[in-house]
């Protein structure tokens, strides 16, 4: 059974910083590409970041200058740096692990940023 686990999220001020992991278990973590996705109070599901397999990156526009993400495959996790939190990244933040035939979501970390 494939679990994804996130942790690191919480109550942050304006400009402050987190780091969430997402710990995989129940496949072969290296075989696929991981996302951070988000959802703000009373808004849709959103894409924040990617990662192949292989280690090509790519973050949306609104925090491609602040935010970072990673993957350790011999831990089976992927990481999402997020620095100069602002009040409009306050939202759930989930986990995805993307194949050709699954994909798998965690339960998500919420991430609070005060002003």
């Known amino acids: 059974q494939v679990q994804l686990v996130e942790s690191g999220g919480g109550l942050v001020q304006l400009g402050g910083s987190l780091r969430l992991s997402c710990a995989v278990s129940?496949?072969?973590?290296?075989?696929?590409?991981m996302g951070w996705y988000r959802q703000a109070p009373g808004g849709q599901r959103e894409l924040v970041a990617t990662?192949?397999?292989?280690?090509?990156?790519n973050l949306v526009d609104s925090v491609k200058a602040r935010f970072a993400i990673s993957r350790d495959n011999a831990k089976n996790t992927v990481y999402l740096q997020m620095n100069n939190l602002k009040p409009e990244d306050t939202a759930v933040y989930y986990c995805?692990?993307?194949?050709?035939?699954?994909?798998?979501w965690g339960k998500g970390t919420l991430v609070t940023v005060s002003s």
């Open positions: 129940g496949v072969m973590f290296n075989l696929y590409s």
């Open positions: 990662i192949e397999r292989e280690g090509r990156t």
């Open positions: 995805n692990l993307k194949g050709t035939i699954i994909s798998v």
